[in-house]
């Protein structure tokens, strides 16, 4: 899955042009990644958002808006996830042992 996730990113970013065809699959990439939870969940979601904020932009649609705010959501999801699984570990471990 994350294969498909890379090579849709390397797209993206390569072509000339922006197509609005690309804010839906940018969306569900985003959302994957952030479920997923890889190492690097963050920075692909980042850039997933990075280009639907272009595509926001360029477009003006009502779908890029709302798949940007649910990007943007996914990776609010990613990040809290991740903080509270530090504090439970800190909690477990106050003294880092």
Request: aromatic residues 8%.
């Amino acid at each position: 899955m994350m294969e498909a996730i890379d090579q849709l990113l390397k797209f993206v970013t390569t072509r000339s042009y922006q197509s609005n065809v690309s804010i839906i699959p940018l969306l569900i990439a985003c959302q994957l990644t952030a479920a997923q939870g890889p190492s690097n969940a963050l920075e692909i979601a980042h850039a997933c958002v990075y280009h639907l904020e272009r595509l926001a932009q360029q477009f003006h649609t009502e779908e890029a808006e709302a798949a940007l705010a649910e990007a943007r959501g996914s990776v609010f999801l990613l990040k809290s996830t991740r903080w509270r699984q530090r504090n439970s570990f800190a909690r477990l471990f106050p003294n880092g042992k």
